[in-house]
């Protein structure tokens, strides 16, 4: 079971990195969004290229986070039901849903979804449109995402298998961690500190 447990700290390790990185692709998508905007309308101009690589961007930056997402468990849930009963309960009904609902889901788009890409990759196929962009960036998306989702459903699964024989925490569990707001005071207040300590030894040294 360490074992196991050692790889799901991978998986979550892995998860949080993209997680962190994978935001920028929104940026890029709005920066690229508006710039064309602002193009079209100043010299009545465009191109399909921008236009489709916005929304590239956009499904890489959801499909790509899945896994972090459910490491942060914030997917969509209906726990009306579950959330009124006990803990251990609750971490059977995830167990459940992960065995059979998310694992063959994303084997299914796997299966289905490789062969897709693989088609497109060694085909070299093209958008319809003028001035399109190559496909198969985008077609890759799909069973990155499911790939990336399936590690991190694993990794969920075995930490509530731990959970359940007594090995760790509730995997469940929110962790506090500081806003935004909190985070900029913080470094405020060390500026601020650090600031006063070098105006002391100034004044010392004089």
Same mark, same amino acid.
Request: some cysteine.
């Given at each position: 079971?360490?074992?196991?447990?050692?790889?799901? %700290?991978?998986?979550?390790?892995?998860?949080?990195?993209?997680?962190?990185?994978?935001?920028? =692709?929104?940026?890029?998508?709005?920066?690229?969004?508006?710039?064309?905007?602002?193009? %079209?309308?100043?010299?009545?101009?465009?191109?399909?290229?921008?236009?489709?690589?916005?929304?590239? =961007?956009?499904? *890489?930056?959801?499909?790509?986070? *899945?896994?972090?997402?459910? $490491?942060?468990?914030?997917?969509?849930?209906?726990?009306? $039901?579950?959330? %009124?009963?006990?803990?251990?309960?609750?971490?059977?009904?995830?167990?459940?849903?992960?065995?059979?609902?998310?694992?063959?889901?994303?084997?299914?788009?796997?299966?289905?979804?490789?062969?897709?890409?693989?088609?497109?990759?060694?085909?070299?196929?093209? @958008?319809?449109?003028?001035?399109?962009?190559?496909?198969?960036?985008?077609? $890759?998306?799909?069973?990155? /995402?499911? &790939?990336?989702?399936?590690?991190? &459903? @694993? @990794? +969920? =699964?075995?930490?509530?298998? *731990?959970? $359940? %024989?007594? =090995?760790?925490?509730?995997?469940? *569990?929110?962790?506090?961690?500081? @806003?935004?707001?909190? +985070?900029?005071?913080?470094?405020?207040?060390?500026?601020?500190?650090?600031?006063?300590?070098? /105006?002391?030894?100034?004044?010392?040294?004089?």
């Amino acid at each position: 079971m360490q074992a196991l447990l050692k790889f799901s %700290r991978g998986v979550d390790w892995l998860s949080t990195q993209i997680g962190k990185y994978v935001i920028w =692709l929104i940026l890029a998508s709005t920066v690229i969004s508006g710039m064309n905007a602002v193009v %079209r309308k100043a010299l009545n101009t465009s191109s399909n290229a921008f236009l489709e690589v916005q929304w590239y =961007l956009f499904s *890489a930056s959801f499909l790509i986070a *899945a896994g972090y997402t459910l $490491l942060q468990g914030e997917h969509v849930r209906v726990d009306v $039901l579950s959330s %009124r009963l006990p803990k251990r309960q609750q971490i059977w009904i995830d167990i459940f849903g992960f065995s059979c609902f998310l694992a063959p889901m994303c084997l299914a788009i796997l299966w289905y979804g490789v062969p897709y890409f693989l088609r497109a990759y060694h085909s070299g196929e093209m @958008s319809n449109n003028a001035g399109g962009l190559i496909r198969w960036p985008v077609y $890759l998306m799909m069973p990155l /995402g499911f &790939g990336l989702l399936l590690l991190q &459903g @694993s @990794s +969920e =699964l075995i930490k509530r298998v *731990a959970f $359940l %024989r007594g =090995l760790i925490g509730d995997p469940t *569990a929110k962790k506090a961690e500081k @806003s935004a707001e909190e +985070e900029l005071a913080e470094s405020i207040r060390r500026l601020a500190e650090a600031a006063q300590g070098s /105006g002391g030894q100034a004044g010392k040294s004089v």
